[in-house]
């Protein structure tokens, strides 16, 4: 069975993007060093793989500053979104319902998280979203 070909994020990638989530657009060394604070990642390996996620068009490059500067091509909330919806439709059979049953079966919501989760249920029935 050949292999899917994916423009979604690798584990390794969605570790870069969420450093520029959280610090906003930065060069490879800015990223680099971020990556280094919980895992020894080479300068190198970060440089070729944010080289990868701007040709599969997760990142922009600003090239008129040396060094280049990156961000995400998307937010953090739509990548989310496209993530789930591609896991929903692989492994749910389409079901938002399967997921969020599995994912609330799978570990414990604090109850912070679960009264989070009522309110956007009680939001969605008054059609706010």
Known sequence: MARRKTTGPTEAELEI???LWQRGPGTVRQVNRALNESTPTGYTTTLKLMQIM???GLLVRDETVRPQVYRPSASKERTQ???LKDLMKRAFD??????VLRALA???????????????????RRGGR
């Open 106 to 124: 799978t570990q414990q919501a604090s109850p912070e998280d679960l009264a989070e989760i009522r309110r956007a249920i009680d939001e969605m």
């Open 81 to 83: 979104g496209r993530l």
């Open 17 to 19: 993007l969420c450093v």
């Open 54 to 56: 701007l040709e599969k």
């Open 94 to 99: 389409g079901s938002a319902a399967e997921l």
